[in-house]
């Protein structure tokens, strides 16, 4: 996708300011320490005044090169930063806004202080705090307290996480201990962190009594004696277990947001990776080339009169119609798996079970489903 090859160039530029030969300060503090520090020590040493300052000269123009040489790279590395963010969107981003809307996008109060508000809070969640400040003071914004705070939370357990460090997700998961067990979703959060510290011991002894203390309570949910038993691998490396780390980081954040009410992923990377280039807006820009004043105006659309084909991460079923009556599951009438795997609405269920059976047969395939087999999902 298109933002894959912005953090790329982002990458480089970081690359350059992070490497002293092309860093903003490098060359030029060589030139002072190196060059000058050395000259004035000469001098005042009793060398040739002269030749010392010949030697300088020489010095300094090829530093000079350096620096040019350091600039030119710096100047590329930027270019490519605004040339990848060109590509990442139709190139008439304006005439197209001015196409489909009357007034075009952004341009009232109202809609420029929430796309503001958008760009403040996907800097506040990379943890731009710098970003955020200078955002502020532009837009008369601010960021929210409260949600700094979690933010700053957020940031910390999971660059604790991926150091290596569990115990503060783990005091994160008891402290929430009853959200995170709650139905119709129970995290599976602390079961896994509990894992990846029983997995880091050597000390198969210890391994069993922090099992004991912490594992066995997720017994009838997750498969505890298998996970205990590989400690009887001969060694370490053998095991099962050993090449199969949890994605701990990831699953963390989908659970605090989850806690806080926060969506998951940033709405901004969302909508941006949605529209931009080869995606909706792209589809949308083809097609008003094609069917012109006929295709009307993008604000009355319920839905795009376009087929807009999505990365599978970005697909999103929070829908399920029943095949069977064609209605739209609902919470008192939720979508129901039978036995066989296939799902109907569970008011089509019991339509399907005929009087005085306690058990329907599936209308995809020959199998039945006892009534009390069948299964609500959840989406
Ligand atoms: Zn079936």
Redesign the pocket.
């Known amino acids: 996708m298109s933002t894959v090859d912005v953090s790329a160039a982002l990458d480089a530029l970081e690359a350059l300011a992070a490497n002293a030969s092309t860093s903003s300060s490098g060359p030029l503090n060589r030139l002072l320490n190196e060059h000058f520090t050395v000259a004035r020590e000469r001098i005042l040493a009793g060398s040739p005044p002269k030749q010392v300052i010949t030697e300088l000269q020489t010095n300094l123009a090829r530093a000079k090169k350096d620096v040019e040489k350091g600039l030119k790279a710096w100047y590329s590395a930027l270019g490519n930063v605004g040339k990848s963010v060109d590509k990442s969107f139709p190139p008439n981003l304006s005439a197209i806004s001015a196409a489909y809307d009357d007034p075009p996008l952004f341009v009232d109060a109202a809609a420029s202080k929430a796309l503001d508000n958008i760009v403040l809070d996907s800097l506040g969640r990379r943890g731009l705090w710098d970003a955020v400040e200078a955002f502020e003071e532009e837009t008369d914004l601010h960021y929210n307290s409260e949600k700094r705070v979690l933010s700053e939370e957020l940031y910390r357990i999971v660059h604790d996480i991926e150091s290596g460090n569990l115990s503060s997700a783990i005091q994160w998961t008891n402290e929430n201990k009853d959200f995170l067990a709650a139905p119709p979703h129970p995290s599976s959060l602390p079961y896994h962190l509990h894992r990846a510290v029983f997995l880091s011991f050597t000390d198969r002894m210890k391994a069993l009594e922090y099992a004991r203390a912490h594992l066995f309570a997720y017994m009838s949910t997750q498969p505890v004696l298998a996970l205990v038993t590989s400690c009887l691998y001969s060694g370490a490396d053998e095991s099962p277990y050993a090449n199969d780390p949890a994605p701990l980081a990831s699953m963390f954040i989908t659970d605090y947001c989850r806690r806080h009410g926060w969506a998951r992923e940033d709405p901004l990377e969302v909508v941006v990776d949605l529209g931009s280039r080869g995606g909706a807006l792209n589809a949308i820009e083809k097609a008003r080339r094609v069917m012109g004043e006929r295709l009307g105006n993008v604000r009355k659309w319920e839905e795009l009169p376009m087929e807009v084909p999505l990365p599978p991460n970005r697909r999103y079923h929070s829908v399920f119609v029943c095949p069977v009556s064609k209605e739209q599951a609902t919470e008192s009438n939720p979508p129901t798996m039978?036995s066989?795997?296939?799902v109907v609405a569970r008011e089509s269920l019991t339509r399907m079970v005929k009087s005085g059976k306690r058990s329907a047969k599936?209308p995809?395939?020959p199998?039945e489903t006892a009534l009390t087999s069948a299964q609500r999902l959840y989406f």
């Open positions: 039978l066989c795997g296939h599936c995809y395939c199998q």
